[in-house]
């Protein structure tokens, strides 16, 4: 009965804990960002490593939507020559 109890507790303490930080830190959803431009290098610096790599949603903080629509962004523009593809 009582180890129910402290299971409860704990996925209770999980979920908001994941709700808190889900909630908390996406900066674009902070600002009210819909749209992330392609040609602003200057923001896209900021999410890919000296490998010219995409950092992960763990390392950016960012929701998954505007992970998607960075990663998107990203891409298009490495296409268009203004990013490295690598190093
Ligand atoms: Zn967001």
Redesign the pocket.
């Known amino acids: 009965m009582e180890m129910r109890e402290k299971l409860k507790q704990k996925i209770f303490h999980f979920k908001l804990k994941n709700k808190f930080m889900h909630d908390q830190n ?5 600002q009210d ?1 819909e749209y992330i431009d392609y040609k602003n290098f200057e923001l896209l610096k900021g999410f890919i490593s000296s490998q010219r790599k995409i950092y992960s949603r763990r390392r950016t903080s ?6 998607g629509l960075l990663t998107i962004a990203i891409k298009r523009a490495r296409v268009m020559a203004i990013l490295q593809f690598n190093k």
Not at 26 to 30: A, E, M, N, R, T
Request: proline share 0%.
């Open positions: 996406c900066q674009f959803c902070q960002i960012l929701c998954k939507k505007h992970q």
